[in-house]
């Protein structure tokens, strides 16, 4: 009697390994895109207003920034900077930066007037659930200035670039 009992306890304690958990609570396995390496988002309505401001009307602008050439890689440093800035770094990781090097280049280039239109989300949507403090805009811009200095854009433009966007704070940061 004893060792049925045993067996019937034993069975109810031990680990089902035929659940699938995933299943259970919702979760879905994202997969990259083969073509673009970007993993899928929810669906939203593209817009250049996304972008968070009008775009520069001076066509100087984009070539202090090297043309789409230089405007790539820009965008592209900036983001390899954040991911690699121990001030920053957490929160890029498990974030699709292959979508935002993209999305980055796309909003640089549109606000430059360099011939792109924006496909991302707006600044609001974008930011949301990411708890960006006002110290950790100020080490991305840092890393934006960096990446503009490789490029030998002149300070001038710098900062008449980093004017534009600051407008942008209030959107991204939310704590
Ligand atoms: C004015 C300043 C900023 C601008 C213009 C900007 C621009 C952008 C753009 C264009 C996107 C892509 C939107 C999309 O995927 O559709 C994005 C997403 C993102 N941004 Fe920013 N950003 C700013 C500040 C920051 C700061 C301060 C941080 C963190 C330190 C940050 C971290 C991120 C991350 C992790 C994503 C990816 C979110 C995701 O895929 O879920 N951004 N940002």
Known sequence: ?????????????????????????????KVRDPLTGEFPIEPFAPDNANAGAEPFDNAKMASYFGGHEGIRKIAERTVELSEQDPRISAIFVARDTV????????????????????????????HADLGVKMADLNALVENLQKAMREER??????????????PMSKDVVTR
């Open 153 to 166: 854009v002149p300070f001038a433009v710098q900062n008449r670039f980093l004017a534009k966007l600051a």
């Open 99 to 126: 979508r935002l090097k993209r999305t980055l280049f796309e909003q640089f280039c549109y606000l430059l007037d360099a011939g792109c239109d924006y496909s991302g989300r707006d600044m609001i949507t974008a």
């Open 1 to 29: 009697m004893f060792s049925i009992i045993l067996t019937l306890v034993m069975l109810q304690e031990s680990p089902a390994s035929n659940i699938d958990w995933d299943k259970e609570f919702g979760v879905e396995e």
